[in-house]
């Protein structure tokens, strides 16, 4: 393949944002924690008894168990869903050693931020739920901007770090705030189109550069919906690290996206990506 050498040139300086879905967390074969909606919502079942009509679903289903529940319990499946340590593997730690300006988080677990732990000069974003946070109006009703320690900061700390993460969907770590039950979308999804739900230093971050799809698929409508409007703006190239066949929904979001499909496993270009000419 090609452009996988200008990919790792783009990666190592700074012109591709690093989209990182929840397959990176399979990099090395199944692990302790979900690894995908799919996962996260046969771990809720297992649970939890669910009426048909959600199961396999994850964002119905968290609903529904906050429904019928509480937000608390949410919270306390989430936690355990995510409680295993992870380590990070070869890909979080190529991200970490590239620090890139932009580098988008999009699962729950917090497996980049240890990889960057010791690191100096990064911090994260990530999207808040409505439980719990300010009025309307207040930028946190949207979003939390961290340090490197997890403590919140003002947005405008952000100008100083040489590396953002965000985290669209939140984390389950430190505080359990995060987006995945249905009521929690419905309220980004009324303005994500004219992107008031995106934080201005990633609108800021995002623009002139391409992004650059690690363990993502675009089989959900909420994920298309995410990495279109995360994108938005945005000048590309685009690419997709995608093994296997997509289905309809994904290529036809590949196509409208511009975006360049790599058909291979993950696993089989970590090295090339990280600059080794295999």
């Known amino acids: 393949m090609p452009m996988l050498p200008q990919i790792a040139d783009g990666l190592a300086e700074g012109r591709l944002v690093p989209f990182l879905g929840p397959g990176v967390l399979s990099l090395d074969g199944p692990g302790p924690v979900p690894d995908s909606p799919q996962a996260l919502a046969a771990f809720f079942a297992a649970r939890v008894a669910l009426p048909r009509r959600v199961r396999g ?29 992870l380590r990070p593997n070869a890909l979080h730690r190529l991200v970490a050693r590239a620090r890139p300006p932009l580098v988008v988080s999009a699962w729950y677990d917090r497996t980049l931020e240890t990889a960057l732990a010791g690191s100096v000069g990064w911090g994260s974003v990530a999207g808040t739920s409505r439980h719990g946070v300010g009025p309307a109006g207040c930028p946190s ?34 505080d359990a705030d995060m987006l995945v039950s249905d009521s929690d979308y419905v309220e980004v999804l009324t303005e994500i189109d004219i992107q008031t739900p995106i934080p201005p230093m990633v609108k800021e971050r995002r623009t002139g550069r391409g992004f650059l799809f690690l363990g993502c698929r675009f089989d959900d409508q909420m994920l298309r919906i995410f990495a279109r409007q995360i994108m938005k703006r945005s000048q590309g190239p685009h690419y997709a690290v995608l093994d296997g066949a997509p289905t309809r929904n994904e290529a036809r979001f590949l196509t409208e996206q511009g975006i360049t499909r790599i058909d ?15």
């Open 57 to 85: 679903n994850v964002w119905a289903t968290a609903q529904y168990i906050e429904g019928a529940r509480h937000r608390q319990t949410v919270r306390a499946l989430m936690r355990e869903a995510f409680a295993p340590p």
């Open 141 to 174: 009703w949207w979003w939390k901007t961290r340090d490197a320690a997890g403590r919140a900061v003002p947005d405008e700390v952000s100008d100083t770090w040489s590396t953002l993460v965000y985290r669209p969907h939140g984390a389950v770590e430190p």
């Open 264 to 278: 291979a496993p993950l696993a089989d270009l970590v090295p090339v990506l990280a600059g080794e000419r295999v």
